[in-house]
């Protein structure tokens, strides 16, 4: 079973930058998908980005797209959530999970390991 651990979770002003790890304890196959996940204090959690390990597709939800860019290193066994121009309503513990490559990749169902969290505050 494939553990996860993210960080570089920070605080940051509005228009910043930062960029998130998640690091596996192990390989993860092509058949795997790898997911970030975000949740506000009160608010339901919501995907953000995904990317399939082996053909590197990605996906992003609309209040993302054009800011965030997710990646992997397959040698490290690491993905990557790049965050640019980030907002204030972008703040909010992000999480990492993985799945097989089936189903929707930006919804919690299928996702059966997950990571601990990192927060992300972005003030105005």
């Known amino acids: 079973q494939v553990q996860l651990l993210e960080s570089g979770g920070d605080s940051v002003e509005a228009g910043g930058s930062l960029t998130l790890s998640c690091a596996a304890s192990?390989?993860?196959?092509?058949?795997?998908?790898v997911g970030w996940f975000r949740q506000a204090p009160g608010k339901e959690r919501e995907g953000v980005a995904a990317?399939?390990?082996?053909?590197?597709?990605?996906f992003y939800a609309d209040s993302v797209k054009g800011r965030f860019t997710v990646s992997r290193d397959i040698t490290k066994h690491t993905v990557y959530l790049q965050m640019d121009s980030l907002k204030p309503e972008d703040t909010a513990m992000y999480y990492c999970?993985?799945?097989?490559?089936?189903?929707?990749?930006?919804?919690?169902?299928?996702?059966?390991?997950w990571g601990q969290g990192t927060q992300v505050t972005v003030s105005s």
């Open positions: 990317i399939y390990i082996g053909s590197s597709s990605t």
């Open positions: 192990g390989y993860i196959g092509p058949n795997n998908c």
């Open positions: 999970a993985a799945k097989r490559v089936f189903g929707s990749a930006l919804r919690e169902e299928g996702y059966s390991t």
